[in-house]
Protein backbone atom coordinates (compact mmCIF):
# COMPACT_ATOMS: atom_id res chain seq x y z
CA UNK A 1 0.00 0.00 0.00
CA UNK A 2 1.43 3.68 -0.81
CA UNK A 3 -0.33 5.31 1.52
CA UNK A 4 1.59 6.46 4.39
CA UNK A 5 0.95 5.61 7.65
CA UNK A 6 0.86 9.62 8.62
CA UNK A 7 -1.84 9.95 6.27
CA UNK A 8 -3.77 6.76 7.42
CA UNK A 9 -3.99 8.39 11.27
CA UNK A 10 -4.81 11.96 9.95
CA UNK A 11 -7.88 10.40 8.23
CA UNK A 12 -8.59 7.63 10.86
CA UNK A 13 -8.96 10.50 13.29
CA UNK A 14 -12.31 11.49 11.77
CA UNK A 15 -14.16 8.61 11.30
CA UNK A 16 -14.93 7.78 15.04
CA UNK A 17 -17.07 4.32 13.59
CA UNK A 18 -14.25 3.04 11.42
CA UNK A 19 -12.45 -0.28 13.25
CA UNK A 20 -9.22 0.31 14.87
CA UNK A 21 -7.20 -2.90 13.96
CA UNK A 22 -8.09 -6.64 12.75
CA UNK A 23 -6.66 -9.38 14.65
CA UNK A 24 -5.78 -13.04 13.04
CA UNK A 25 -6.39 -15.14 15.92
CA UNK A 26 -3.81 -18.17 17.10
CA UNK A 27 -4.23 -21.19 18.45
CA UNK A 28 -3.93 -20.41 22.26
CA UNK A 29 -6.37 -18.87 24.70
CA UNK A 30 -6.09 -17.39 28.34
CA UNK A 31 -8.58 -16.89 30.84
CA UNK A 32 -11.32 -18.33 27.32
CA UNK A 33 -9.73 -15.12 25.32
CA UNK A 34 -8.07 -16.39 22.09
CA UNK A 35 -4.76 -14.91 22.23
CA UNK A 36 -3.79 -13.23 18.61
CA UNK A 37 -0.90 -13.80 16.90
CA UNK A 38 -1.09 -10.63 14.81
CA UNK A 39 -3.06 -7.35 14.75
CA UNK A 40 -3.18 -5.08 11.70
CA UNK A 41 -3.48 -0.97 11.34
CA UNK A 42 -6.95 -0.69 9.49
CA UNK A 43 -7.27 2.29 7.12
CA UNK A 44 -9.90 4.85 7.73
CA UNK A 45 -12.65 2.58 6.00
CA UNK A 46 -11.94 -0.06 8.48
CA UNK A 47 -10.33 -2.55 5.87
CA UNK A 48 -6.63 -4.05 6.86
CA UNK A 49 -3.10 -2.52 5.40
CA UNK A 50 0.05 -3.66 5.47
CA UNK A 51 0.91 -2.54 8.50
CA UNK A 52 1.51 -5.65 11.22
CA UNK A 53 2.02 -6.08 14.15
CA UNK A 54 3.47 -9.01 16.27
CA UNK A 55 1.86 -10.53 19.48
CA UNK A 56 4.72 -9.91 22.14
CA UNK A 57 2.87 -11.26 25.49
CA UNK A 58 -0.32 -11.79 27.29
CA UNK A 59 -1.68 -11.86 30.69
CA UNK A 60 -4.48 -11.56 33.34
CA UNK A 61 -5.05 -8.56 34.93
CA UNK A 62 -6.71 -9.27 38.64
CA UNK A 63 -7.43 -6.56 41.19
CA UNK A 64 -8.44 -7.44 44.74
CA UNK A 65 -11.93 -6.22 45.48
CA UNK A 66 -13.52 -6.62 48.94
CA UNK A 67 -10.67 -8.94 49.64
CA UNK A 68 -11.26 -10.99 46.36
CA UNK A 69 -8.88 -11.40 43.93
CA UNK A 70 -11.10 -10.33 40.78
CA UNK A 71 -10.11 -10.96 37.33
CA UNK A 72 -10.42 -7.88 35.22
CA UNK A 73 -9.17 -7.76 32.11
CA UNK A 74 -6.57 -10.07 29.56
CA UNK A 75 -4.39 -7.92 27.76
CA UNK A 76 -2.43 -8.99 24.68
CA UNK A 77 0.83 -6.31 23.95
CA UNK A 78 1.86 -6.05 20.14
CA UNK A 79 4.55 -4.08 18.15
CA UNK A 80 5.75 -3.55 14.92
CA UNK A 81 9.22 -5.25 15.94
CA UNK A 82 9.12 -8.46 18.11
CA UNK A 83 12.80 -9.00 17.92
CA UNK A 84 13.48 -5.55 19.57
CA UNK A 85 11.84 -6.05 22.58
CA UNK A 86 13.68 -7.30 25.79
CA UNK A 87 12.11 -9.64 28.26
CA UNK A 88 13.54 -8.03 31.23
CA UNK A 89 14.52 -5.27 32.97
CA UNK A 90 15.03 -3.10 29.99
CA UNK A 91 11.12 -4.23 28.75
CA UNK A 92 9.60 -0.67 28.75
CA UNK A 93 12.21 0.85 27.22
CA UNK A 94 13.31 -1.57 24.22
CA UNK A 95 9.89 -1.44 23.53
CA UNK A 96 9.73 2.46 23.11
CA UNK A 97 13.30 3.19 21.61
CA UNK A 98 12.48 0.08 19.05
CA UNK A 99 8.88 0.29 18.24
CA UNK A 100 7.01 2.61 15.63
CA UNK A 101 4.23 0.91 16.54
CA UNK A 102 2.86 -0.47 20.04
CA UNK A 103 -1.05 -1.81 20.40
CA UNK A 104 -2.79 -2.95 23.67
CA UNK A 105 -5.97 -5.22 23.49
CA UNK A 106 -7.49 -5.67 26.81
CA UNK A 107 -10.63 -7.94 26.66
CA UNK A 108 -12.45 -7.40 29.88
CA UNK A 109 -13.48 -10.32 32.55
CA UNK A 110 -15.61 -8.01 34.25
CA UNK A 111 -17.60 -4.69 33.61
CA UNK A 112 -15.81 -1.63 34.37
CA UNK A 113 -17.39 2.31 34.49
CA UNK A 114 -15.11 4.26 32.04
CA UNK A 115 -14.69 6.79 34.55
CA UNK A 116 -13.42 3.46 36.92
CA UNK A 117 -10.88 2.56 34.33
CA UNK A 118 -9.40 6.02 33.73
CA UNK A 119 -9.01 6.04 37.83
CA UNK A 120 -6.77 2.99 37.49
CA UNK A 121 -4.72 4.00 34.59
CA UNK A 122 -3.98 7.50 36.65
CA UNK A 123 -3.14 5.78 39.83
CA UNK A 124 -0.99 3.23 37.80
CA UNK A 125 0.60 6.66 35.78
CA UNK A 126 1.35 8.25 39.60
CA UNK A 127 3.00 5.40 40.32
CA UNK A 128 5.49 6.28 37.89
CA UNK A 129 6.08 9.25 38.59
CA UNK A 130 3.48 10.88 35.95
CA UNK A 131 1.50 13.78 37.22
CA UNK A 132 -1.81 14.35 35.43
CA UNK A 133 -0.30 17.51 33.35
CA UNK A 134 -2.47 18.63 30.56
CA UNK A 135 -1.17 16.08 28.08
CA UNK A 136 -2.07 13.11 30.38
CA UNK A 137 -5.99 14.73 31.73
CA UNK A 138 -6.43 14.69 27.58
CA UNK A 139 -5.45 10.97 27.54
CA UNK A 140 -7.58 10.18 30.94
CA UNK A 141 -10.60 11.80 29.02
CA UNK A 142 -10.33 9.69 26.10
CA UNK A 143 -11.01 6.77 28.29
CA UNK A 144 -13.51 8.43 30.76
CA UNK A 145 -15.92 9.56 28.02
CA UNK A 146 -15.95 6.12 26.30
CA UNK A 147 -18.25 3.75 26.86
CA UNK A 148 -17.74 1.65 29.92
CA UNK A 149 -15.84 -1.36 29.97
CA UNK A 150 -18.31 -3.94 29.35
CA UNK A 151 -17.55 -7.55 30.29
CA UNK A 152 -17.35 -10.02 27.22
CA UNK A 153 -16.28 -6.99 24.92
CA UNK A 154 -12.41 -5.52 24.22
CA UNK A 155 -11.12 -2.38 24.18
CA UNK A 156 -8.62 -1.59 21.94
CA UNK A 157 -5.12 1.01 22.10
CA UNK A 158 -2.53 2.07 19.38
CA UNK A 159 0.39 3.89 20.21
CA UNK A 160 2.22 5.40 16.84
CA UNK A 161 5.36 7.68 16.01
CA UNK A 162 4.77 10.22 13.29
CA UNK A 163 7.38 11.55 11.21
CA UNK A 164 8.15 14.12 13.83
CA UNK A 165 8.95 11.69 16.72
CA UNK A 166 5.31 12.66 18.07
CA UNK A 167 3.52 9.83 19.54
CA UNK A 168 -0.23 9.51 17.85
CA UNK A 169 -2.63 7.79 20.45
CA UNK A 170 -5.98 5.65 19.43
CA UNK A 171 -8.52 4.37 21.67
CA UNK A 172 -11.23 2.09 20.86
CA UNK A 173 -14.17 1.55 23.30
CA UNK A 174 -16.62 -1.46 23.51
CA UNK A 175 -18.79 0.13 21.43
CA UNK A 176 -16.31 0.39 18.36
CA UNK A 177 -16.06 4.21 18.66
CA UNK A 178 -12.38 5.74 17.99
CA UNK A 179 -11.10 8.62 19.50
CA UNK A 180 -7.49 10.12 18.96
CA UNK A 181 -4.97 12.80 19.99
CA UNK A 182 -1.53 13.59 19.04
CA UNK A 183 1.06 13.76 22.17
CA UNK A 184 4.30 14.53 22.71
CA UNK A 185 6.99 12.11 21.60
CA UNK A 186 7.00 10.79 25.34
CA UNK A 187 3.73 10.45 25.69
CA UNK A 188 4.22 6.45 24.56
CA UNK A 189 6.79 5.95 27.36
CA UNK A 190 3.67 7.38 29.90
CA UNK A 191 0.77 4.88 28.44
CA UNK A 192 3.09 1.70 28.84
CA UNK A 193 4.45 2.32 31.65
CA UNK A 194 0.98 1.48 33.40
CA UNK A 195 2.37 -2.25 32.84
CA UNK A 196 5.47 -2.54 31.77
CA UNK A 197 6.95 0.35 34.53
CA UNK A 198 6.69 0.29 38.08
CA UNK A 199 3.57 -1.73 39.01
CA UNK A 200 0.80 -0.11 40.77
CA UNK A 201 -0.14 -3.25 42.76
CA UNK A 202 0.57 -7.08 42.64
CA UNK A 203 -2.11 -7.48 40.37
CA UNK A 204 -0.37 -5.35 37.62
CA UNK A 205 2.79 -6.68 38.90
CA UNK A 206 1.66 -10.85 37.73
CA UNK A 207 0.25 -9.24 34.27
CA UNK A 208 3.52 -7.57 33.73
CA UNK A 209 6.02 -10.42 34.14
CA UNK A 210 3.67 -12.39 31.95
CA UNK A 211 4.07 -10.12 28.99
CA UNK A 212 7.58 -11.06 29.72
CA UNK A 213 6.81 -14.50 28.25
CA UNK A 214 6.12 -15.14 24.31
CA UNK A 215 3.03 -16.99 23.34
CA UNK A 216 3.95 -18.17 19.95
Do not use: H
Not at 30 to 36: H, K, M, T
Not at 59 to 77: N, P, S, W
Not at 117 to 142: I, R
Amino acid sequence: MKTTFFALILTLSTLAQASLLTYTAGDKALNGVALNRTAVVNDAAGKPTALSLDLLGAGLRTKTVLVVEAKVYTLQLFSDNKAGFSRNADALASLVKNSKRVALRLDMLRTVSASSLSGSLKEALAANGYSADAELTNVLSLFEKSAEATSGKSVSVLLAKDSSGKTNLYYEDTKGSVQSMVGSPELMTKILSIWLGKPVDGGIEKLKNALMSPVY
